[in-house]
């Protein structure tokens, strides 16, 4: 049964036929709902993609709406993007007029969109819907080229509530439009080398290294992730002579001449120092606290080693119980994989919504081990295929290089690997290829038999089911925080004092006058309708005034302006080294001028801290 377990198709049919052809005595209750159940059955398997399309897309209807505006984080670096592809549709040059740590291609596309229908909060929220949809889609796409059409949507379905997540790395909203747009682009990169695979034209070739080159324009994992794929792929099509140097050159020549022609451009307008040590990768910045985000993610000790080994033991445990409860569902016979997948589903909402934390913290055991999972197949990968000539199947190419591009991925963010985590993290991007690898190992080849298949599709709904009701737990419980500029949900916790402090700067700002909002808290002069000041720096997280001189330009860039309001996040920043809050224990000099030329005229409890409102004196 394709639709419930994937994989063989013909092995699912017939245990398909063996559920759903059983006669019901007449008169007997189920005879009615059985006949219509085969009846909709019948046409699902006629026409298998649009069925399992059609779901997919109730899925991010839903998902769209029970987490409406509640994207994003109010309270942290969302906004960011936003107020940099608005200085860049307003004429101004990232990397030269402002600093910007990401590629320029994801900024370009939403600077152009604002453009088109202007810079605000629904623009953002349109543009983010789009990308969340596609990659949602993508993510069917890529696993439809190796498996069912049930299968690919199961997949996708595990990643609908990462994408419409109301945190701070929702695909929606994100932290920065890099890091889904180059999820997008390494979706495509996959698609294509299906394409190549299946075809050997020359044209997917070129994709490839073209999605490559527009890769290299987002963020550093995404680049390293599509090399690391197409380089396993461009090894296993030469050791078994399906390679041309043709190819090579088509690969090789775009994915180096479109990043060439973007940096040649800046080069023009900035130096290389500039640009890549001030921006893409500012050495000072990541000294001053950055650096200590980075190890968060891979700390690159042995104590991080051992928990992932240790999760990873956890989830073959899992996996062994999956077999050894096959051999008793195969007496059970094949109705009771859908009895136990409705319950799955039934269980899976019922707590997710009742105890949603518990349900997050716990789900943790489906992703975390996947770092160490993904480098184990990828390494079995390439040396099953690479040392000897082998049958290279479209299959067994695509299946290359998604591994690989997830082993890389989640090497760069092992220790926090939680895409449905009670803490947003960047692993939150990967979903899609997770989804691909979790799919693959309970529904593919790993899992043989038909029902060791039924179990794992049972599992793999549970873990959809549980992110779908967390992300509408999630949903339900924040509340909206308005302003001229729009509207966005915030955790009850925070939103009355967000909805103070976003008033307040309405009442006391006239329109069009600049508003100091920091360190972060980008998104509220969007929402407050007020422009940022024109700093070099789009926010003012603690590593991003390195030097005393920073500061000081800072201020004498704030004092030309005339700047007459301020609002403050006295919160302090443990991630980036900082224990102690803004004045308290970082920015010393700007603070004092602050707090000599400004006074103090309003405070705003959010959460466990507080935010000051500053009026010229």
Known sequence: MDAVIGGEVDSGSRAESAVLEGTSAPGSPDLFWGSSWRRVSAWGRAHPDLSALSLVGLAVLVAAGVSWRSWGDISIDTGYDMLAAKRLAAGEIPYVDFQYFYGALPL?????????????????????????????FGTYAMVRCVSGAANAALAAGLVVGPAFAATNNSYVLPHTVSATLGTLLL??????????????RLQPALLAGGLLGCLVLTRPEFVAAGAAGLALLLVLRWRNGLLSFREVVAVVVPAVVVPALVFGALLTRTSPGELFFENLWPRAQLAAGS??????????TADSFA???????????????????SRILRRLGPRVAVTLTAAAVVLAAAVGL????????????????????????????????????????????VDAV???????????????????GPVAQPAVYFAPFAAYFLV????????????????GAVWLVFVATAGGAILLGDGWSEKLVNGPGGALAAP???????????????????????????????????????????????????????????????????DDEHLRVALIDTRAYPAYGYAAGFGTGYYFELDRWLRREFRLDATFATGDRQLEGLVRR
């Open 492 to 558: 009850a916790s925070e939103s009355a004092g967000l909805q103070k402090a976003v008033t307040w700067i309405d009442a006391t700002a006239r329109p069009g006058e600049p508003v100091l909002i920091a360190p972060q808290l980008a998104i509220v002069s969007f929402l407050a309708d007020r422009p940022a000041p024109q700093l070099r720096q789009l926010n003012l997280i603690p590593s991003a005034l390195p030097r005393p001189a920073d500061e000081r330009a800072v201020i004498e860039r704030l």
């Open 187 to 200: 979706l495509g990169l996959v698609l294509a080398v299906s394409r190549w695979a299946h075809t050997d």
């Open 354 to 397: 009742m105890r949603p934390e518990t349900v997050r913290y716990y789900l943790n055991f489906a992703y975390e081990w996947i770092p160490f999972g993904a480098l184990v197949a990828a390494a079995f990968i390439g040396g099953r295929l690479i040392p000897r000539r082998s049958t290279a199947t479209p299959e067994r190419q």
């Open 440 to 455: 693959r190992l309970h529904l593919g080849s790993v899992a043989r038999r038909m029902d060791a298949r039924a179990l």
């Open 307 to 325: 928990r992932l080994g240790g999760a990873a033991a956890a989830y073959g445990g899992l996996c062994l119980a999956l077999v050894v409860g």
């Open 402 to 420: 998604a591994v690989a591009v997830l082993a890389v991925l989640a090497a760069t963010h092992y220790a926090v690997f939680l895409p449905l």
């Open 291 to 300: 650096n200590e985000v980075l190890r968060i993610h891979a700390p690159l």
């Open 108 to 136: 370009g596309l939403l600077a152009l969109v604002f453009v088109a229908f202007g810079s605000s909060i629904a623009t953002a929220i349109g543009f983010g819907l789009v990308v969340a949809t596609l990659i949602v």
